[in-house]
């Protein structure tokens, strides 16, 4: 079974900081898919950035950028000049179906940007 | 585009009633659809898989005859929590795929259920 590991229940930053959110992962398969969600208030899960395991290079969505260790089995995500609505609740999900299975979800980051 | 719809958004019943969630994809036609559980501070726990035409996959712990689940078209899946208990209040979400990529899921927004 995998599992998605994040070790940072909170944090908080300043505005305009970067900030670094962790999460490892653990899996026998070679070919699957890893994502970060935010969920704030509203609830609505809301998709950040997806990263294929077969692509070498880190996926890069505006302010936002992963660093996947595939070796590592690592997935962090890195959120640059950070703005008052990126506070909310931060995901990292994995599937190895291709579509046909379900996410297995980490417990969250609970994000909180500092004006 | 690739949007997922769910209603009601919130329902209040009383206990040992039954409760239907609908759960559309509105704007593609969705290979398989999930349901997920959220309880107040965690994450969000699989429940169930779904395919157009075919019986549910559900996962370990999780009752088949109380949370029945209906997949009557590749745009419509149903949850039925049936006899209902204050410990099914949760936050329960869908999410739908087969869309342009197709590993990718699409949530919806998501129904509070409160069983008093």
């Known amino acids: 079974a995998q599992t998605v590991t994040q070790s940072q229940p909170e944090m908080s930053v300043q505005e305009a900081e970067t900030v670094t959110l962790s999460c490892t992962y653990d899996?026998?398969?070679?070919?699957?898919?890893l994502f970060w969600y935010k969920q704030p208030p509203s609830r609505q899960m809301i998709l950040v950035i997806r990263?294929?395991?077969?692509?070498?290079q880190n996926a890069t969505e505006n302010r936002f950028s992963v660093n996947f260790q595939k070796a590592a089995k690592s997935f962090s995500l890195k959120i640059s000049d950070s703005q008052l609505g990126d506070t909310a609740m931060y995901f990292c999900a994995f599937t190895s179906g291709g579509g046909a299975d379900g996410l297995t979800f980490g417990k969250g980051t609970h994000l909180i940007i500092q004006p | 585009g690739a949007v997922v719809s769910q209603h009601p958004s919130r329902v209040i019943c009383k206990s040992g009633t039954s409760v239907k969630i609908e759960c559309r994809s509105l704007?593609?036609?969705?290979?398989?659809m999930f349901w997920y559980r959220q309880f107040p501070k965690q994450s969000l726990m699989l429940m169930a898989t779904s395919n157009e035409g075919s019986k549910a996959t559900y996962e370990q712990g999780v009752e088949k005859d109380k949370f029945l689940i209906n997949h009557a078209s590749l745009t419509l899946s149903t949850l039925t929590v049936t006899s209902a208990h204050p410990e099914d209040s949760s936050f329960y979400i869908c999410?739908?795929?087969?869309?342009?990529?197709?590993?990718?899921?699409?949530f919806g927004p998501g129904t509070r259920l409160t069983v008093t």
């Open positions: 704007d593609f036609q969705a290979t398989t």
């Open positions: 990263q294929e395991a077969y692509k070498q």
């Open positions: 999410s739908a795929s087969g869309g342009s990529l197709n590993y990718e899921q699409y």
């Open positions: 899996t026998s398969e070679n070919n699957y898919y």
